[in-house]
């Protein structure tokens, strides 16, 4: 017998801060989410970017050069877009409905700002940058960068549903970007009443965020701009648009390997993050 999940929690965006001064974002996890990285294993981090209008500017906004290993970045653009740039050659520039996949691996110096034709202009500025944890028989992988158009991307289209398929099978669709793990990643549209159903064994950790609109799970209201967690208690997760909506469904297979993060390395001992910090400062990271 299939069960349904439940919700574990809903969180509400805490308020945001700046990463560098480009990307005002709220984190919803690890900080918000009791167990932090071990609870949303193989998802490290996400930090949303709810609406947020920028004037024009001449001025570079963003984060400038800076280092990661031993994980992944993946950069949604909602609204405005975002010039990336890294020594492994990857580089370009996402607007709406893109997608941005950065695997740091065993070492990669990159930079992120709005595009020199948003600053310009100004406008609603909407992201979310998620990390995803890489198995420690990868985190030494060479550093790679998967750009993602949003027309590359597949779309099953349902009764009031549309699925974009971004990592993961949905309806027999494949994904389009490539991942380490069992990483499922889709973009919901409902129309109103439109229902989504998706199965996948009970121990994969599920998460929601919602974009926009009002979203229904079982007898649970999921607002705008909050992010669901679910429970480990079933094998199906069940939603539905209560309004014109859109939500950013994440799910994966647990690593469950020990994680050790910190600043801006994610590996699976101390002696590992002490290393890291020595190849950057010797400059075996290379240069940008």
Request: net charge negative; charged share 20%; with cysteine.
């Given at each position: 017998?299939?069960?349904?999940?439940?919700?574990?929690?809903?969180?509400?965006?805490?308020p945001?801060?700046?990463?560098?001064?480009?990307?005002?974002?709220?984190?919803?996890?690890?900080?918000?989410?009791?167990?932090?990285?071990?609870?949303?294993?193989?998802?490290?981090?996400l930090?949303?970017?709810s609406?947020?209008?920028?004037?024009?500017t001449?001025?570079?906004?963003?984060?400038?050069?800076?280092?990661h290993?031993?994980?992944?970045?993946?950069?949604?653009?909602?609204?405005?877009?975002?010039?990336?740039?890294?020594n492994?050659?990857?580089?370009?520039?996402?607007?709406?409905?893109d997608?941005?996949?950065?695997?740091?691996g065993?070492?990669?110096?990159?930079?992120?700002?709005?595009?020199?034709e948003?600053?310009?202009?100004?406008?609603?500025?909407?992201?979310?940058?998620?990390?995803?944890n890489?198995?420690?028989?990868?985190k030494?992988?060479?550093?790679?960068?998967?750009?993602?158009?949003?027309?590359?991307?597949?779309?099953?289209?349902g009764?009031?549903?549309?699925?974009?398929?971004i990592?993961?099978?949905?309806?027999?669709?494949?994904?389009?970007?490539?991942?380490f793990?069992?990483i499922?990643?889709?973009?919901?549209?409902?129309?109103?009443?439109?229902?989504?159903?998706?199965?996948?064994?009970?121990?994969?950790t599920?998460?929601?965020?919602n974009?926009?609109?009002?979203?229904?799970?079982?007898?649970?209201?999921?607002?705008?701009?909050?992010?669901?967690?679910?429970?480990?208690?079933?094998?199906?997760l069940?939603m539905?648009?209560?309004?014109?909506?859109?939500?950013?469904?994440?799910?994966?297979?647990?690593?469950?390997?020990?994680?050790?993060?910190?600043g801006?390395?994610?590996?699976?001992?101390?002696e590992?993050?002490?290393?890291a910090?020595e190849?950057?400062?010797?400059?075996?990271?290379?240069?940008?």
């Amino acid at each position: 017998m299939i069960t349904i999940r439940t919700i574990e929690s809903i969180i509400p965006p805490p308020p945001p801060h700046f990463v560098g001064d480009g990307f005002r974002v709220h984190n919803f996890f690890p900080g918000q989410i009791a167990g932090g990285m071990k609870r949303t294993d193989p998802f490290l981090l996400l930090d949303y970017g709810s609406p947020h209008v920028f004037t024009p500017t001449t001025h570079r906004r963003g984060v400038d050069v800076h280092p990661h290993r031993g994980f992944e970045t993946v950069t949604f653009a909602f609204k405005g877009s975002v010039a990336h740039r890294d020594n492994s050659g990857g580089g370009g520039i996402i607007g709406e409905g893109d997608i941005q996949w950065m695997t740091a691996g065993s070492g990669i110096l990159h930079e992120e700002y709005h595009s020199d034709e948003f600053a310009e202009t100004g406008g609603l500025f909407h992201m979310a940058q998620l990390w995803v944890n890489l198995p420690a028989k990868h985190k030494m992988t060479t550093p790679s960068y998967q750009a993602i158009e949003n027309t590359s991307i597949p779309v099953y289209e349902g009764q009031k549903i549309a699925v974009s398929v971004i990592a993961g099978e949905y309806q027999g669709i494949k994904g389009v970007a490539s991942t380490f793990t069992d990483i499922r990643m889709l973009l919901v549209q409902f129309e109103e009443g439109g229902e989504f159903d998706y199965e996948f064994p009970s121990s994969y950790t599920a998460i929601a965020l919602n974009i926009e609109g009002e979203i229904g799970i079982q007898d649970h209201n999921f607002p705008t701009h909050h992010c669901a967690l679910f429970a480990n208690d079933g094998e199906k997760l069940s939603m539905k648009g209560m309004t014109s909506a859109k939500a950013l469904i994440l799910i994966g297979k647990p690593i469950r390997e020990e994680i050790v993060a910190y600043g801006p390395f994610v590996m699976n001992t101390r002696e590992e993050i002490a290393k890291a910090y020595e190849d950057y400062s010797t400059g075996l990271f290379g240069a940008l």
